[in-house]
Nanobody, 126 residues
Framework: QVQLVESGGGLVQPGGSLRLSCAAS????????MGWFRQAPGKEREFVAG????????AYADSVKGRFTISRDNAKKMVFLQMTSLKPEDTAVYYC???????????????????WGQGTQVTVSS
């Protein structure tokens, strides 16, 4: 079984920063991808950032480009999302996701991922 557990969410002021962590256990996906999605109440689940493991490519949603950075610690089997210059519209439940199938590119739709964490709440408010 592949397990993904997110942590690091919380309440932050606009313009502040948070770092989300995703700890992976079980089988790893060196030929797939890992990414972050977010979902606010009444909204569709939205791609935020991802890494394709086979190529090392990263991808970001236009809304977060330049503000968020996805990274990995291979030794610790963890994926991070460093979020800076946070805006109220970034408020959402953030999910870590993994894709087990080969890809050279970073999938950007939720249906392309096979495993999901439980989510962690990020609230940006003054």
């Amino acid at each position: 079984q592949v397990q993904l557990v997110e942590s690091g969410g919380g309440l932050v002021q606009p313009g502040g920063s948070l770092r989300l962590s995703c700890a992976a256990s079980g089988r790893t996906f060196s030929s797939g991808a890992m990414g972050w999605f977010r979902q606010a109440p009444g909204k569709e689940r939205e791609f935020v950032a991802g890494i394709a493991w086979s190529s090392g490519r990263t991808a970001y949603a236009d809304s977060v480009k330049g503000r968020f950075t996805i990274s990995r610690d291979n030794a610790k089997k963890m994926v991070f999302l460093q979020m800076t210059s946070l805006k109220p519209e970034d408020t959402a439940v953030y999910y870590c996701a993994a894709r087990g199938f080969y890809t050279e590119w970073v999938p950007s739709h939720w249906s392309d991922y096979n495993y999901w964490g439980q989510g962690t709440q990020v609230t940006v408010s003054s």
